[in-house]
């Protein structure tokens, strides 16, 4: 009997350090899980300190020998490097080792490609891809600069280069017209969310943080949960009802990790957009994470680069369960902090009364007597606003409620 086993990539990782070697290590043993939930084992480590990248090799000239060696050593297939590579560095360091190159940016690429599950994120994930190869065309090889021609293919002359760019430029375009399409949708969406005046609160985190557990944990959404980076890409929205009988939005979004590529974020900014747009964020933190601080940093500069400003923000330093040591953790620029587990449930009546405390902060306190004949008003307080007490009386029904500042005129004028 012949058993078939599938043979995984072996590859070395390769880091330029700037200044903080131990920054470096961490970003490498982040990178090794990235190639390990691609599909690739890793089989070695190259570190090498320099006041900037090589701008031909991206390591020197030694180390470039160095890796040469190890590969033989470990039979590695190829080297990952841990920022993004320029085509001439890819270039020469295919000419030089003759392996596989890739960068960090390329192994995302690769992970989001086999994550994504809907039509609008494999629109995005091509859209990334597409850009990220537009970039690297020149110089990929001699097949390149073959000539010839045909009709719909290339003219009198031209190079295969220039047939693919055509290609990919006129694919980018149509993509860019699809995900505006989508986007309008979403936009369509966002308005309807509003004219109910259903309040939207956007999970956010570094990836693997636990927002998908959460959301699970809070309402049931059987979005699927791994312990590996970017386990869910597509967004998912669902409606929690708190305790007080006030509900609120969720939406989970794709997690942030250190060096972005910047490809993902010009194609997922519409998904991305829904922390923009939500009334609130929600801030999961994984606070069993020996880089939480550094971690914590990333998603608070990736939400400035997509605009999001002037936002309440609850942070919840999830994994609190599995947390060594005992001292208090804090988020300078969240409003409000609280340490939770979405796996136990640790925390999470604590959640839902802050947040039930956050929807009623912003609605104001309404106390009046409505005559029977009015009493279709009492579904529309239920619907917008949290009824506290209704009470019935011979001159009518007597309500105590919370109800949003919009329609307070309306009620009192009864």
Excluded at 358 to 372: I, N
Aim: glycine share 8%; charged share 30%; hydrophobic share 40%.
């Amino acid at each position: 009997m012949i058993e078939w086993k599938e043979q995984k990539e072996r590859v070395i990782l390769v880091g330029v350090s700037l200044g903080d070697t131990q920054d470096t290590e961490l970003s490498l043993e982040e990178l090794e899980e990235l190639v390990d939930t691609a599909g690739a084992v890793t089989v070695g480590r190259v570190i090498q300190n320099r006041e900037s990248q090589h701008a031909a090799t991206y390591v020197g000239k030694g180390k470039v020998q160095e890796i040469l060696e190890l590969a033989a050593q470990t039979e590695a297939d190829g080297i990952v490097c841990d920022d993004e590579l320029t085509p001439v560095q890819m270039k020469n360091l295919e000419d030089v080792l003759g392996l596989k190159i890739m960068d960090r940016t390329l192994v995302i690429l690769d992970i989001f490609a086999a994550r994504a599950s809907t039509s609008e994120g494999k629109l995005q994930v091509e859209l990334a891809q597409l850009k990220y190869r537009q970039a690297r065309l020149a110089g990929l090889g001699r097949e390149m600069s073959r000539l010839g021609g045909g009709i719909g293919t290339r003219g009198p002359g031209e190079k295969k280069l220039e047939t693919d760019r055509r290609r990919m430029r006129a694919r980018i375009a149509q993509l860019g017209r699809e995900i505006r399409e989508v986007q309008r949708h979403r936009e369509v969406t966002r308005t309807a969310r509003k004219r109910s005046d259903m309040r939207v609160a956007a999970i956010v985190g570094y990836t693997n943080a636990g927002k998908s557990t959460l959301l699970n944990t809070l309402t049931g959404a059987h979005v699927l949960e791994e312990d590996k980076l970017f386990a869910t890409l597509d967004p998912t929205t669902r409606c929690l009802e708190l305790p007080g009988g006030q509900k609120l939005l969720l939406t989970d979004t794709v997690g942030f990790i250190r060096k972005l590529p910047h490809h993902l974020i010009e194609a997922f900014k519409s998904t991305l957009e829904e922390a923009k747009y939500a009334d609130y964020i929600l801030h999961v933190v994984d606070a069993a994470a020996p880089e939480m601080e550094l971690r914590m940093h990333v998603v608070y500069e990736t939400l400035k680069e997509l605009g999001v400003r002037d936002k309440k923000i609850l942070t919840l330093f999830n994994k609190s369960d599995l947390r060594e040591g005992g001292e208090i953790l804090r988020d300078f620029q969240a409003d409000r902090t609280l340490s939770v587990s979405a796996r136990t449930g640790q925390g999470l009546e604590e959640l839902k009364a802050e947040l039930e405390k956050m929807l009623r902060g912003e609605k104001v306190y309404l106390e009046h007597t409505y005559p029977y004949s009015e009493a279709g008003l009492l579904a529309l307080i239920r619907r917008e606003g949290e009824l506290l007490e209704e009470s019935y009386r011979p001159e009518g029904i007597r309500v105590r409620a919370f109800v949003p500042r919009a329609l307070l005129g309306r009620l009192e004028a009864r």
